[in-house]
């Protein structure tokens, strides 16, 4: 399968821990995306990527969140201190751009769903 | 700033009719992307369909069309013949397409349900 894969699927943890999530992109996709999605809503960007280059970052995203990619392939996000609130599902995904435009949708992968006690 | 507005949280519908589900936007952006997505129980984000802002037709995949009227700002999804497999969730989402602004932002989703 040559999908984008995010690992682990689910993570339970304590209020105060830190934890960390990997995301593997499609392999030729120089943009990488990490959205988070709560319960009855759509996702909410948080960051993006190009190639190593972290490109934009959300005000969702606090000091707490840290998002790196260091050889433009796989991405992880780590969250310090967790909260309560920081429970969601932790979507990336990643797409092609070429040039100045892009028309290529974003695949997204299955998710990391963070729930925290 | 983009916005994108579902204003049907759930709907039912009997199997091999057709339907439509409603998505309204609103950007400053001369040129954007209009997108679909849908989402099963098990959570995965899966592309359904695109609509570029500068398009003349309206969009086309399989059992999907998109019903763009841009000077309406609106952008829905029509899925005809529906299956049992279609029920999940369906976001409408779109982004800017020049470089630098391809953050996609969704709607909060309309969840749909297959009735044999």
């Known amino acids: 399968d040559t999908g984008v894969s995010q690992d682990p699927r689910h993570k339970i943890t304590k209020r105060g821990q830190n934890v960390t999530f990997r995301c593997d992109p499609i392999s030729e996709h120089n943009r990488l995306y990490w959205y988070r999605q709560t319960l009855g809503q759509g996702p909410e960007f948080l960051t993006y990527?190009?190639?190593?280059?972290?490109?934009?970052k959300s005000r969702l995203l606090s000091d707490r969140f840290s998002a790196e990619r260091p050889k433009g392939s796989f991405s992880t996000l780590e969250i310090q201190r967790t909260e309560q609130g920081d429970s969601a599902m932790y979507l990336c995904?990643?797409?092609?751009?070429?040039?100045?435009?892009?028309?290529?949708?974003?695949?997204f992968g299955p998710g990391t769903r963070l729930t925290v006690l | 700033a983009q916005k994108i507005t579902q204003t049907q949280p759930g709907m039912f519908v009997q199997e091999k009719e057709a339907v439509t589900l409603d998505c309204t936007y609103d950007?400053?952006?001369?040129?954007?992307?209009l997108f679909w997505y849908k989402q099963p129980s098990s959570g995965e984000m899966i592309f359904l369909i695109y609509?570029?802002?500068?398009?003349?037709q309206n969009a086309t995949e399989g059992r999907y069309s998109l019903n763009f009227q841009k000077a309406r700002k609106s952008a829905n999804l029509v899925i005809s013949a529906s299956q049992l497999g279609d029920s999940a969730m369906y976001f409408c989402?779109?982004?800017?397409?020049?470089?630098?602004?391809?953050?996609?932002?969704f709607g909060t989703g309309t969840r749909l349900t297959i009735i044999p």
């Open positions: 995904a990643s797409s092609l751009m070429t040039g100045g435009f892009s028309y290529n949708e974003q695949f």
């Open positions: 950007t400053s952006d001369p040129s954007y992307g």
């Open positions: 609509q570029g802002s500068y398009d003349q």
């Open positions: 989402a779109m982004r800017g397409i020049n470089f630098g602004n391809e953050k996609l932002t």
């Open positions: 990527f190009q190639n190593e280059a972290q490109l934009e």
